[in-house]
């Protein structure tokens, strides 16, 4: 316990340090800025990262806590994926113009991905882990491979082909409600498809949501402006209703009722933890070079924290030491593979260019 606390109060202070708080009715206008948003993905990546470890530990710890955050952390980085796209639409000309949307949003979640399968790859070789090289040469083009938690980017990629074709409607109503139809029946899909995918849909509706808030984002700061503590409060006794049922289906094996939780409680965590940043604003230095490597700690940790698991488990080492070895080594190497991931990409752009 007192290890677990150790490890976990020097992440909750990097988390608040330097944090503010807005006063009595005022609110921070700039809340969904480029840089605010790469702070909370510093964030949300570290998270991630405690998540997965939790998992990893047997002993009862505070980590235990974590055990369940995963499929929210996840509708966060959805809901700001969503309202990210939309904001472009709003804001950018032709943003959505021809086929250029993606061809050159997609391979900037693809030349990552294939990035990660290599290191995949070389470490699971390196430590000996019964790996084939068919299973290697299919990660590039599978969703079921070697990379850890990698159904995110491929759910990304379909996510974003739904908002393209979405918003090639001129009208924004019609194309949000084709956005929401499209995501709901990938949903279907996802649910009766293979088992594999059952991660796919829990946290799913959490993209169009992100969509609709920056669709609507005027009308919806203008409606909490209005009796703000009670709807602060009404949102937040809502998320824990949810999640409270949620946890209930978990205890009493509910699998259907669960889904329906899942999906609802995810969605609702990304709506409130949007709305409290207009009050409560995180940001420091740290934390923004942890967003700005966000997508390659969120590639790479289970292949860390898995590999680095074994010296722990055969009591090499202890938890905190366990955890500290983590996450240094993930962000160490994210970082690596950030500067990778930026000059491929750059180097695709030059191809495409010319």
């Known amino acids: 316990m007192i290890q677990s606390l150790i490890c976990l109060v020097p992440i909750a202070a990097l988390f608040l340090w330097k944090a503010k708080i807005a006063g009595i009715g005022k609110i921070f206008d700039d809340y969904m800025s480029v840089d605010n948003m790469q702070n909370i993905r510093g964030m949300l990546a570290i998270l991630i990262v405690i998540h997965h470890f939790s998992g990893m530990i047997e002993e009862k710890s505070v980590f235990f806590l974590f055990n369940h955050i995963g499929y929210l952390v996840v509708a966060l980085f959805l809901f700001l994926s969503g309202y990210g796209l939309a904001y472009g639409v709003q804001n950018k000309p032709g943003y959505i113009n021809g086929v250029k949307f993606l061809y050159t949003?997609?391979?900037?979640?693809?030349?990552?991905?294939?990035?990660?399968?290599?290191i995949y790859a070389v470490g699971y070789l390196a430590a000996g882990e019964p790996i084939t090289w068919k299973a290697i040469l299919l990660?590039?083009?599978?969703?079921?491979?070697?990379v850890g938690s990698s159904w995110y980017i491929f759910e990304l990629i379909v996510l974003y082909i739904?908002?393209?074709?979405?918003?090639?409607?001129?009208?924004?109503?019609?194309?949000?409600?084709?956005?929401?139809?499209?995501?709901a029946a990938c949903a279907i899909v996802f649910y009766i498809g293979d088992s594999?995918?059952?991660?796919?849909?829990?946290?799913?509706?959490?993209?169009?949501?992100?969509?609709?808030?920056?669709?609507?984002?005027?009308?919806?700061?203008?409606?909490?402006?209005?009796?703000?503590?009670?709807?602060?409060?009404a949102l937040i006794l809502s998320l824990i209703a949810l999640l409270s049922l949620r946890y209930a289906c978990v205890i009493l094996g509910l699998t259907y009722l669960q889904i329906l939780f899942d999906i609802t409680s995810s969605a609702m965590f990304s709506l409130v933890a949007v709305i409290m940043l207009r009050k409560i604003k995180l940001g420091n230095k740290a934390l923004s070079f942890l967003g700005s490597i966000s997508f390659e700690i969120y590639l790479i940790h289970l292949l860390l924290v898995k590999l680095i698991y074994s010296f722990y488990f055969n009591g090499q080492i202890n938890l905190l030491l366990y955890f500290v070895i983590s996450i240094v080594s993930?962000?160490?190497?994210?970082?690596?593979?950030?500067?990778?991931?930026?000059?491929?990409?750059?180097?695709?752009?030059k191809i495409i260019t010319k």
């Open 105 to 118: 949003r997609i391979p900037k979640l693809i030349i990552p991905y294939w990035v990660a399968v290599i």
């Open 196 to 233: 594999f995918l059952e991660v796919w849909y829990r946290s799913i509706f959490a993209f169009p949501l992100g969509v609709f808030y920056s669709l609507k984002k005027d009308k919806i700061e203008s409606f909490l402006l209005n009796k703000t503590l009670v709807r602060y409060i």
């Open 139 to 146: 990660s590039f083009v599978s969703f079921k491979n070697i």
């Open 330 to 349: 993930v962000i160490l190497v994210a970082y690596i593979m950030s500067f990778i991931d930026k000059n491929l990409t750059k180097l695709y752009r």
């Open 162 to 183: 739904i908002f393209f074709l979405s918003f090639k409607i001129k009208k924004r109503k019609i194309a949000l409600s084709v956005l929401f139809a499209l995501v």
